[in-house]
């Protein structure tokens, strides 16, 4: 079972291609105790002192960024879900240098469009089948999004 990290905020141990490794990976994220979701959405990292993530920012990056995955889901032109994801990519770094998403939270959603724009380059590369795989991964990214917007708007900042 692949668990959200608490160590090592660079990464997270997910194969968006496996639902049930994504549920349970959204199972841990929704047990989070307030101290261990502020590890993620923000407010402290280990002893220090940080700034939350605010409802609006992330509410702002998870629409952007819900609606590139979508793109990828329904199976949209490859150029244009490929362009979605990168910038909600852009949008994500965007509202981490203002400090707007803070902790752990804006690793965890580079890495999910991260990966499914990988995927999607690969596809539109090679022109196979692969798409399957892009939508399979890109459904179970918006989960893990959804997922932490619950964190957010349960222990984040208004």
């Known amino acids: ?78 150029t244009s879900a490929i362009t979605a994801l990168t910038k909600s990519l852009i949008l994500v770094k965007y509202q981490e240098a203002r400090e707007l998403l803070v902790g752990q939270l804006p690793r965890y959603i580079e890495q999910i469009l991260s990966k499914v724009l990988g995927c999607m380059q690969e596809a539109s590369r090679e022109q196979g089948d692969n798409i399957h795989n892009c939508r399979e991964m890109a459904k179970n990214g918006k989960m893990i999004l959804d997922a932490l917007a619950v964190l957010v708007y349960q222990y984040g900042k208004e």
């Open 1 to 78: 079972m692949s668990h959200p990290p608490t160590r090592n905020p660079d990464t997270i141990n997910i194969d968006l291609k496996n639902v049930e490794n994504v549920s349970n990976f959204v199972r841990d994220i929704l047990a989070k105790s307030k101290e261990e979701a502020e590890l993620i959405i923000g407010k402290r990292d280990k002893e220090k002192v940080v700034k939350k993530t605010t409802k609006s920012s992330y509410r702002r990056v998870h629409e952007i960024a819900s609606s590139a995955l979508e793109e990828v889901e329904r199976g949209k032109n490859p």
